[in-house]
């Protein structure tokens, strides 16, 4: 499974932006998908994660109320929706999946990995 996500940029803080997360293969369905983010000099850290098997989903305390992950209908595409981005929101963003995986919160829990995608929040 190819993974890439897309969707960063440069914006200012308070404003929004959608990450999206494609796959070579139409699998999302059985996948937990899982976002996660590394900024400069820090480790790789959870942001959030949706299960394959019922729906639900997870998120770090630092953007509960603010992101939201999703998928499209056709389980080809997550989405995180970002609002009222804050300077410390800056950094790569991944995304993440497993077979039939639960939700976890720990890079360790995931298989299959893309590149990153660059998210600066600007004061």
């Known amino acids: 499974v190819q993974l890439q996500a897309y969707g960063g940029g440069l914006v200012q803080v308070g404003g929004s932006l959608r990450l999206s997360c494609a796959a070579s293969?139409?699998?999302?369905?059985?996948?937990?998908v899982a976002w996660f983010r590394q900024a400069p000099g820090k480790q790789r850290e959870f942001v959030a994660a949706?299960?394959?098997?019922?729906?639900?989903?997870k998120y770090s305390d630092s953007v509960t109320g603010r992101f939201t992950i999703s998928r499209d209908n056709a389980w080809t595409t997550v989405y995180l929706q970002m609002n009222n981005l804050k300077v410390e929101d800056t950094a790569i963003y991944y995304c993440?999946?497993?077979?039939?995986?639960?939700?976890?919160?720990?890079?360790?829990?995931?298989?299959?990995w893309g590149h990153g995608t660059l998210v600066t929040v600007s004061s």
């Open positions: 293969t139409r699998t999302f369905s059985v996948q937990t």
């Open positions: 949706n299960s394959w098997n019922n729906g639900s989903s």
């Open positions: 993440a999946t497993r077979f039939f995986g639960l939700l976890n919160l720990t890079p360790s829990g995931y298989d299959y």
